[in-house]
């Protein structure tokens, strides 16, 4: 049970490349490469924090349907 011989890779590429065509190989090819690709620009830029989330306040609240209230624990 060893190791598979070149000649079983070249059969399971050729059966991946009949199933699924050259051309989504290469569309899924550029997907991988571009989310890889992201991530390092990621790992790059990962000393930098974003931006809090603002909060809403009533300056800035812009549906009139809204009702605030505040919540009571039940005793």
Sequence with gaps: MGSFSIW???IV????????GTKKLKNIGTD???AVKG???G???GGTAEAPP????????QDTNTVDVDA???S
């Design 13 to 20: 590429l050729l059966i991946v490349v009949m199933v699924f």
């Design 39 to 41: 991530f390092k620009d």
């Design 8 to 10: 079983h890779w070249l």
């Design 54 to 61: 603002q909060q809403v306040t009533n300056a800035t609240r």
């Design 43 to 45: 790992m790059k830029d």
């Design 72 to 74: 009571k624990t039940k």
């Design 32 to 34: 991988l490469g571009s």
